[in-house]
Every structure is written in structure tokens, then in C-alpha cells.
């Protein structure tokens, strides 16, 4: 009977560990996802940003000819 116990012990020990480490990562996956939105964030900031400096500038780099030595 005491190995059962002891056997019920260790899986309450493993499953405390098992909870840590769930709360840990869920914290961390959160942190990144904070990260992620900000950077989704500055990255339509920029190609707004892109956007309005192509319509100021007036003309598409596509449209241009090639330089002379092609």
C-alpha cells in the first residue's frame, strides 16, 4: 500500500511541475503575442508611410527606363 502512495506522491509532484511549466509558457506565448501586434502595428505604419511617399514623389521606380549600361 505505501508504493501506491508513493506512486500517487510522485504524480502529484510531476503534474505541480507540469502546471508550472504550462503557466510559464502560456505567459510567454501572451508576451510574444503583445510583441507580434506591435510590430504588425509599426509595419503598416511603414508601408503607409511608403505609400505616401510614393504618391509625393510622383513618379513609379518601374516606369523608369533602365540605366544606359544595361
Keep these: 500500500m505505501n508504493s501506491l502512495e508513493e506512486r500517487l506522491t510522485e504524480l502529484e509532484v510531476r503534474l505541480a511541475f507540469i502546471?508550472?511549466?504550462?503557466?510559464?509558457?502560456?505567459?510567454a506565448v501572451a508576451m510574444q503575442d503583445q510583441s507580434m501586434l506591435g510590430m504588425r502595428d509599426a509595419i503598416d505604419r511603414l508601408?503607409?508611410?511608403?505609400?505616401?511617399?510614393r504618391s509625393?514623389?510622383?513618379?513609379?521606380?518601374?516606369?523608369e527606363p533602365p540605366p544606359p549600361h544595361y
Design 19 to 27: 502546471d508550472d511549466a504550462v503557466a510559464a509558457l502560456n505567459a
Design 47 to 53: 508601408r503607409s508611410d511608403l505609400l505616401g511617399l
Design 56 to 63: 509625393t514623389l510622383g513618379n513609379d521606380v518601374s516606369n
